[in-house]
């Protein structure tokens, strides 16, 4: 599988984290489209179904993370 290049995972992430810190979710069809499209984005980019799985698969995927630790992928 092609993994997004850490630069585009960590931006990524920090626009999630602010939007979800703004809770986006409550706000305006704008801001819940956005967040919508950050975390759909993140699934795609990392493989996952669902945004905390895509997260944590993201994290994982950024520098100083062993290549190799599959604790993240699900039984």
Do not use: F, K
């Not at 630069?7 to 984290?17: A, K």
């Not at 979710?25 to 489209?33: L, V």
């Not at 997260?55 to 520098?63: D, E, F, I, T, W």
């Amino acid at each position: 599988m092609l993994m997004a290049h850490p630069v585009v995972l960590r931006n990524l992430i920090e626009q999630y984290d602010a939007l979800r810190v703004l809770r986006a979710e409550e706000g305006s069809s704008q801001a819940r489209q956005r967040m919508d499209d950050r975390a759909y984005i993140l699934c795609v980019s990392t493989g996952t179904g669902d945004i905390d799985t895509a997260l944590v698969a993201a994290r994982h995927g950024l520098p100083g993370v062993r290549p190799d630790d599959d604790s993240w992928l699900s039984a």
